[in-house]
C-alpha cells in the first residue's frame, strides 16, 4: 500500500504536487483562517486528485470544522473520509483520525495539556493501524528549537500502549522527518505551505519505507 501524506497545506494546494497513490492523508491545516470559502476551495481540490482513498483530519487553522461542522462537511465529496475522533477501515487498513493538540494560541482543536488531551486520546481504539493526529507526540517531529518541544506527552503515552504501525501527523514545519520508535513509525509530514513535497509512505509487509528510505 503506498500512503501519500501531507498536512500545513494553507490555502496553497496548487503549489504541490501530490504523487500518485493508494491512499491520500490529509493531517490538518488545509486552511489559513479557515472559513468556508476557503475549505470549499480545498474540497475541490482534493476532489480533482485521483487517489481511490482520501482521509483527512482537521488542524488548528481549519476553523470551518469547528464553528460550522455540518456544512464544513459539505464542503468535501463523498470520496474524502473525514475523520474527528473518529474511525474508518478503507482498503482494509485500520485508520483512527483526531484534531486536536495542546493549547496554540488561540486557534481551532485546543485543549490544555493534560486530562482533557487524555480523554480525547482515550479514545482511540486498540488495534488501530494508522493513526492521523493533527498535533505531534511529545519529543518525536514537534521540535520548534534545540530546547522547545511542543508536542503532547498523553498522546505519546496512548500511541505506546495502542502500538499502531504507523502515526502520521503535522502542524510543527520545523520538524519534518520520520523515525521509529519500538513498533511504531511516527511521521511528521507538512508540506510548510507547498515549500516541502508530500511524503510517500510505503506499506510492505512489515517494512515501512518513507521517501524511499525503510525507517529501522
Known amino acids: 500500500m503506498r500512503i501519500v ?28 483562517w479557515g472559513d468556508l470559502d476557503e475549505l470549499d476551495a480545498a474540497g475541490a481540490w482534493l476532489s480533482a486528485l485521483p487517489h481511490a482513498i482520501k482521509i483527512v483530519v482537521a488542524g488548528n487553522h481549519d476553523w470551518a470544522f469547528a464553528r460550522h461542522p455540518i456544512d ?16 474508518a477501515d478503507p482498503g482494509g487498513l485500520r485508520v483512527w483520525g483526531s484534531p486536536w493538540q495542546p493549547r496554540f494560541n ?18 482511540i481504539p486498540d488495534g488501530t493501524e494508522l493513526l492521523i ?8 517531529g514537534d521540535a520548534v528549537t534545540a530546547r522547545r518541544h511542543e ?24 520538524d519534518r522527518g520520520a523515525w521509529r520508535h519500538g513498533s511504531t513509525v511516527f511521521a511528521n509530514v507538512t508540506v510548510d505551505e507547498g515549500r516541502l513535497p508530500p511524503m510517500v509512505i510505503d506499506l510492505d509487509g512489515d517494512r515501512v519505507i518513507a521517501d524511499g528510505v525503510e525507517i529501522r
Not at 106 to 122: I, Q, S
Not at 151 to 174: D, K, T, Y
Open 5 to 32: 501524506a501531507m498536512a500545513d497545506t494553507h490555502n496553497q494546494h496548487e503549489r504541490i504536487h501530490v504523487p500518485d497513490g493508494d491512499v491520500l492523508v490529509h493531517a490538518g491545516d488545509l486552511c489559513g
Open 72 to 87: 464544513a462537511r459539505r464542503c468535501f465529496a463523498d470520496d474524502v473520509v473525514y475523520l474527528q475522533d473518529s474511525g
Open 106 to 123: 488561540d486557534w481551532a482543536f485546543n485543549l490544555p495539556r493534560g486530562a482533557a488531551l487524555a480523554e480525547k486520546w482515550a479514545l
Open 133 to 140: 493526529t493533527h498535533g505531534p507526540p511529545y519529543g518525536v
Open 151 to 174: 508536542g503532547c506527552s498523553n498522546l505519546r503515552e496512548r500511541v505506546a500502549m495502542i502500538r499502531p504501525r504507523l502515526h502520521l501527523f503535522g502542524h510543527i514545519h520545523e
